[in-house]
């Protein structure tokens, strides 16, 4: 049984960071292709940074570009998002998901989810 566990997230003040990490069990873990996605209240799940399968190629969404970054641990299954100058709109629930194919910014390209970790960030 697949199942990808992300932790780190919590309250923080705007400007400050978090490192979220994404733990993957049941599936070999270093074929796939690992993103993050977020989805505030109200609003729909949008894609924030996904990493290819051996970890040359990282890529973000506009609004967090230069402010995250995405890398992975094939060795130890794990994925993390280091989020950096955290502004107010960041505040979401943060999951990460695995897809077998390349690289995608759509959710639905994804095949495993895990449950999310909630990010508050205050102004």
């Known amino acids: 049984q697949v199942q990808l566990v992300e932790s780190g997230g919590g309250l923080v003040q705007a400007g400050d960071s978090l490192r979220l990490s994404c733990s993957a069990s049941g599936l070999t873990f270093s074929i796939y292709t690992l993103g993050w996605f977020r989805q505030a209240p109200g609003k729909e799940r949008e894609f924030v940074a996904a990493?290819?399968?051996?970890?040359?190629?990282?890529y973000y969404a506009d609004s967090v570009k230069g402010r995250f970054t995405i890398s992975r641990d094939n060795a130890n299954n794990t994925m993390y998002l280091q989020m950096d100058s955290l502004k107010p709109e960041d505040t979401a629930v943060y999951s990460c998901?695995?897809?077998?194919?390349?690289?995608?910014?759509?959710?639905?390209?994804?095949?495993?989810w895990g449950q999310g970790t909630q990010v508050t960030v205050s102004s």
């Open positions: 990493i290819t399968w051996a970890g040359g190629r990282t």
């Open positions: 998901a695995a897809r077998g194919g390349g690289v995608n910014s759509n959710a639905r390209a994804y095949d495993y």
